[in-house]
């Protein structure tokens, strides 16, 4: 069926491209960033992530991010962010299937390199393992599955819709929480969203992204992630997120509000029942070569709000000023202020160099 | 499993049948579309590149990767790409034309048009708003400064997104005349 509709579908393809065709190219980026906590002894992080872009056909595109960082041990760690195969089915529909970035909200699939990425750091909804002294909601995921997108003509604007079958969550040893945490919760089991080989519960995970965007100005999107994650499939965990995005020339501003909702067996009455957690952040940025003075053409300043609720809640302001090299290329300066719950205060101050390639 | 399997079929021939291609207005070249898609969509996500970041070669693997990164269709994607081929030369420096005729053989609106300068500037009050306006651009700046301008973009801020265009100096001083009556 899928063949069929690909031979009558209309070739809006590279055959018609005006440029010289090619077959390999490489793109990505890179960083380093220097770390100041009070807590925590300073740190200098370096990262280099090449993304290898293959052409096959006109209508067959091949990818793969690749991220090369330093281990504890000051190993060479490898991790594969995406590997995956475009096929352009038609002029509007892409299938894709591989290990790819889910479409989930905006900052995992298009903002988190860190040259497009305004701060040194990830909002603090965004992360795995911590965020500095947070924990967050939800890594910047990437999974083993099939995509289908689609691009609409609506209106004046653009309707954008992904939609996914990944391999899905699993069940980590790890409990995050413990006794303390607010709502009567012994503990919580950690979800795993890495990819790994096999599946432990045979069960995938469905998701999507709907978005409208008024070119050029505005991005309103709303995602949806729900998968079985426990080894006997019972336990299920759900994400929904609202995504806006709002551009000009000169500024910007972002934000995304994520719920979380993950069955877990209380071990106090082996009962099962519903953790549910949130968040949101909003981000505005400011090129100051509005202010019409040459020397701050190419500096702009940033400043992100992140709150999570509920259960290990806390509230963080990041003020951030960027020097750009090149419209790819900036040296970053930030300060970050979390508080938790608890009262405990954590300020840090980042320097890095970013790249794009 | 069978419901969804019915449902994604459905959806694939929904949007293969009743599918709307995002037509370009045959008023615009399809340069100048290109342009116009290139600052809308680019700088949705990261500030927009310099066309001569990348060679013709590489731009023609890159833009699938990008078609997919900021939901392009594949018609804009070809817009887009008709922009960049327009706008760089073989030589990856971009290098500027050699001024070998002593007159400019295209006008000032057709050089404006073949390079699409309103895919990111606003001229008679129209074109796109990644850069700023070029209307009274001569005025407020100059003749020296947008000279300066065409020749180098980087001159006044290395984070600048305009190319290097391949301009002769007569078709500069062309463009910068023609500006100056706005």
Sequence with gaps: MLAALALSANVYAQEESTLDIGRFAVAGYGDVTFVDAKNENSSIESRFVPIFLFQLSEKIHIESELEFSIGENGETVVEMEYADIHYFLNDNTTITAGKFLLPFGQFGPNLHPSWINKLPAVPGIYGHGGNGSLTPLIPVMSDKGVNVRNVFKVGQGKLFTDFYMVSGPREEAVVVGGAGVPGGHGSIPEVAFEAAKGDNNGKQAYGGRVAYAFLPSVEVGYSFYSGAYSDDGKLNYSANAIDVNWITSFATVRGEIINTETDFIDPLDGEQDLFKRGGWYLQGSWQMRQLGKEVFNPVELIVRYSELNDALAGKRWTLGVDYWLEASAALKFAYENTKLEDGDIDNRIFVQLAFGF | ?182
């Design chain 2, 1 to 182: 499993m069978k419901k969804i399997k019915l449902i994604t079929l459905a959806w694939l021939l929904m949007t293969h049948f009743f599918a709307m291609p995002v037509s370009s207005n045959e008023k615009v070249s399809k340069v100048a579309e290109g342009a116009k898609l290139y600052s809308e969509n680019c700088a949705r996500c990261h500030n927009a590149r310099p066309a001569s970041d990348y060679t013709k070669r590489e731009w023609s693997v890159v833009m699938p990767h990008m078609r997919e990164k900021a939901h392009m269709t594949g018609t804009e994607t070809l817009a887009v790409e008709a922009f960049l081929d327009s706008t760089l030369t073989a030589d990856v420096k971009n290098s500027r034309a050699a001024d070998v005729a002593p007159q400019p053989t295209r006008s000032a609106e057709e050089l404006i048009a073949q390079f699409g300068c309103q895919g990111c500037h606003l001229i008679n009050g129209e074109g796109g708003n990644l850069g700023p306006t070029l209307d009274g651009v001569v005025q407020a700046k100059g003749k020296s400064f947008v000279k300066k301008k065409l020749k180098n973009p980087k001159f006044n801020n290395a984070a600048s997104a305009m190319p290097q265009f391949p301009m002769t100096s007569l078709e500069i001083d062309e463009i910068v005349e023609f500006l100056g009556q706005k």
